[in-house]
């Protein structure tokens, strides 16, 4: 028996092109599959970002808001403490009626003072807060911010009431705006309190609102 081989001549150059399109077609798809794999990471290493952003901000602005709310509970005292109006440097203030005045001027001017500066730290907050979440974050504080421009209008007005500079007339005057308005301090007498309610519901709110950034 014997056997034939034939052998026909191989265009190399033609074998040449076809390697060449195999490997361009090996190529572009290990481009594709390493843009995937890099757009892919990108993408988690931004949501990784995003929740270090969120867990910060939430965090930090919940610090600030425990901040207020107990300056705040302390600042609804209706008594001016002696501590608030005895600090180094403070004057004298004797039993006069102007001494009187003058004294509860000094301690609610400071309260409010220590009020808006605590705010000041929220605010701030909130504008990276607006970035991060959007308008519905700001609902809450508003409110807060409110109930505080509320407490200082009142308090202005109950030092006009008791302004011995002013008459008799224009303190009562002032005495009948002031009736016209919600009781802003804490009277353990009088189970209603229907401001601390309010601000008690706002704190709520917006710390139900920071914790669920804290824990997403």
Known sequence: MSFCFVFTEIDWSLTKDFFSIVGTVFG???????????INGLAT???????????RLA???????????KLFDRCRAPAIYPAEVQRDGDPAFTVGDDERFQ?????????LDALNASYAEISVSLFEAKALWGEHILRFANRLEFLKDEYGEYVRLRLLCSDPGESDEERTD?????DMRRKVFKN???PNDEFG????????????????KLIS
Do not use: P
């Open 103 to 111: 004294r509860l001027t000094l301690g609610f001017e400071r309260r």
């Open 197 to 212: 309610a309010e601000l008690t519901d706002v704190v709520r709110n917006l710390e139900s609102a920071l914790k669920l």
């Open 28 to 38: 572009a798809g290990g481009v594709l599959v390493a843009g995937y794999v890099g």
């Open 174 to 178: 002032h005495r009948v705006y002031l």
């Open 45 to 55: 290493w931004r949501r990784q970002l995003r929740g270090q952003d969120d867990h």
């Open 59 to 69: 965090r930090q602005m919940l610090i600030e808001l425990y901040k207020f709310e």
């Open 188 to 190: 353990r007498l009088f």
